[in-house]
């Protein structure tokens, strides 16, 4: 599929690492103009110098979800060096008040509206930061990154479900009211994806990957090559007539 998203302008926000950093390397690979936002400047910089010299088109900007203005700044800066905008990834989320999310019962509300905050309210200033965009080049995609959890039943985490839940609304809201001017939204609800930083870091004990293989009907775990290709295929134009879906990328282990 070399070549797919020739020409096509996207931003992805949350970008530095993980299913970001797969994802921006699958869409510049194939062809797009690709904007690296991420709070992590650094890490987003390192990506995008990386991908420029082996011969694509990426650049980082600074972007700080949980502010307007840096929303505001991110696209700004996005949308002149793109010279418009044709797609945008909102993959960011708060993944350190994932730990302290407890119960209905014991949860800090800290913890509850930081997490909101970040995976909600941050994805609806992405989006009203991308839509004029996308509007005036005729039509574009948005794309979020939600999660089975929303989907789910779990004894834990009631906010990041409630937030991925809320964001899946967000997400249809946009499909309905725009979709007549050529503009599609979707989620990808990934499953249970290792990262390359959780390998490294050896976060995930091995007791918990085999528990993981025994529930699901797949040979093995997610990769967040996995996501990034789903990814790609919904930022292009095959999938111009895909809109309001949450799209479940998870070897089996929630079916719907």
């Given at each position: 599929m070399q070549g797919r998203l020739t020409g096509k302008r996207i931003i992805v926000i949350g970008s530095a690492t993980g299913i970001g950093a797969a994802t921006v390397t699958r869409l510049a690979r194939?062809?797009?103009?690709v904007c690296a936002a991420d709070i992590n400047i650094q890490g987003a910089s390192g990506l995008a110098e990386a991908l420029t010299a082996s011969g694509t088109d990426v650049f980082a900007t600074p972007i700080d979800v949980a502010d307007e203005a840096s929303v505001q700044a991110a696209f700004a800066d996005a949308l002149t060096?793109?010279?418009?905008?044709?797609?945008a990834h909102v993959n960011a989320a708060d993944l350190k008040t994932i730990f302290a999310d407890s119960n209905a019962v014991d949860e800090d509300l800290a913890v509850f509206d930081r997490t909101l905050t970040v995976n909600l309210r941050g994805a609806l200033l992405c989006a009203r930061a991308a839509l004029p965009a996308l509007l005036e080049a005729g039509g574009g995609a948005i794309l979020f990154t939600s999660s089975g959890a929303a989907d789910s039943a779990e004894p834990e985490r009631p906010a990041y479900a409630?937030?991925?839940?809320?964001?899946?609304?967000l997400?249809?809201?946009?499909?309905s009211r725009w979709g007549r001017k050529g503009i599609t939204a979707n989620c990808i609800a990934p499953g249970f994806v290792m990262t390359p930083e959780m390998i490294a870091g050896g976060q995930v004990p091995?007791?918990?990957l085999d528990a993981f293989l025994r529930s699901t009907p797949s040979t093995r775990v997610g990769a967040v090559d996995d996501i990034?290709?789903?990814?790609?295929?919904?930022l292009s134009d095959d999938a111009r007539w895909i809109n309001g879906q949450v799209i479940h990328v998870n070897g089996g282990g929630l079916m719907r």
């Open positions: 194939e062809g797009a103009r060096r793109l010279g418009g905008l044709d797609g409630a937030s991925k839940s809320g964001l899946n609304a997400m249809r809201h946009i499909a091995p007791s918990l990034a290709a789903m990814a790609a295929m919904l």
